[in-house]
Nanobody, 114 residues
């Protein structure tokens, strides 16, 4: 299993970013995918999940209405569109899949600051 995130960076409050996660090493279309984040000094938290076919999504209360998770099974990629970003969204964002055990990407840093 390999998960490679991209798309992080520095953005001003109120701005947007789109994260991508390219997956390989497993049958992507048959697994639920998730995005987590971990701020400095805090525990890793679940941000959003999407079912294998993309029909069901769930979000943490802190991002509901601002973030959108989606996937393209033809490209083995999952996305996280982040809008109306706040300083408290600053964290390393990780793509993840549970396949017997939980696998993680290397993470991508998102910094929201003026």
């Amino acid at each position: 299993v390999r998960l490679v995130e991209s798309g992080g960076g520095l953005v001003q409050p109120g701005g947007s970013l789109r994260l991508s996660c390219a997956a390989s090493g497993f049958v992507f279309s048959t697994y639920e995918m998730s995005w987590y984040r971990q701020a400095l000094g805090k525990v890793r938290e679940l941000v959003a999940t999407i079912s294998n076919a993309g029909g069901t999504t769930n979000y943490a209360d802190s991002v509901k209405g601002r973030f959108i998770i989606s996937r393209d099974n033809s490209k083995n990629t999952v996305f996280l569109q982040m809008n109306s970003l706040k300083p408290e969204d600053t964290a390393v964002y990780f793509c993840s899949v549970f396949k017997g055990l939980r696998y993680w990407g290397q993470g991508t840093q998102v910094t929201v600051s003026s």
